[in-house]
């Protein structure tokens, strides 16, 4: 992959996202503040815009497309998305090619940024049950000798397994935690949301 490619992936995500924007909304007004997929959209079309022209290393469209979800969306979502892109971002430093190995670092990357700041686990109902097992399934897809466009399927399909699975479980971070029992039985728009933001990516890798 090059900085072409992950542009297009961010291009592609903002696409779905702004498409699915009204059923992350209504996720999140099940067991949150009823914005998520709004405020998601405004970050994604804000990180389409902030896209680097020229010739300039993968890693830095990552990290000026966190910079922009940053500062243009709200709430949790913000400081989420956008550290995961910034630290993949990192991960990938100045490489100008991005292989199988790099991008799964990334990814891990990205997940280790958003444990952090958000100091969730698996299991609290948050987007950590989608990154997580996506994280999970590439490396082992990784380790059986998949190509990346493969790691990114199996990175996708886990991270929306593990989004389905955030529907009997007690939320235990955010907003959502607040309501306790009442929480069982919704899906999280976070893990929600990850998930379509990989599937993106698998989209795009296997374009490819």
């Known amino acids: 992959m090059r900085s072409a490619d992950l ?26 503040d009823g914005d998520h ?24 469209v990552l990290i000026a497309a966190g910079r922009a979800i940053v500062s243009k969306t709200g709430g949790a ?15 990938l430093g100045d490489a ?7 991008l ?18 698996r ?7 989608a990154l997580g097992p996506a994280a999970d399934a590439y490396d082992a897809a990784l380790a059986d000798g998949s190509d990346l466009a493969g790691c990114v399927r199996a990175a996708a399909g886990a991270a929306a397994t593990g989004a389905e699975e ?3 479980m007690q939320a ?6 607040y309501l306790g029992a009442r929480s069982v039985g919704h899906l999280d728009p976070g893990a929600a949301s990850t998930a379509l933001i990989l599937g993106a990516l698998a989209d795009v890798t296997g374009e490819g």
């Not at 913000?78 to 991960?91: D, H, M, N, Q, S």
């Open 37 to 60: 997929g709004h405020n998601l959209d405004r970050g994604f079309r804000a990180a389409v815009g902030a896209l680097p022209g020229g010739d300039v290393p993968p890693g830095k």
């Open 104 to 121: 799964g670092a990334a990814l891990r990357a990205a997940l280790d940024g958003v444990r952090e700041l958000g100091k969730a686990e």
């Open 7 to 32: 542009a297009d992936w961010i291009r592609h995500a903002a696409e779905l996202v702004t498409a699915d924007a009204g059923r992350l909304s209504r996720l999140d007004a099940d067991i949150g």
């Open 123 to 129: 299991g609290d109902k948050t987007m950590v049950d």
């Open 166 to 168: 955030t529907v009997p």
């Open 96 to 102: 100008g090619e991005v292989d199988a190995a790099a």
């Open 77 to 91: 979502s913000g400081p989420l998305y956008g550290t995961a892109l910034r630290r993949a971002g990192k991960a």
């Open 172 to 177: 235990r971070k955010g907003r959502a935690s």
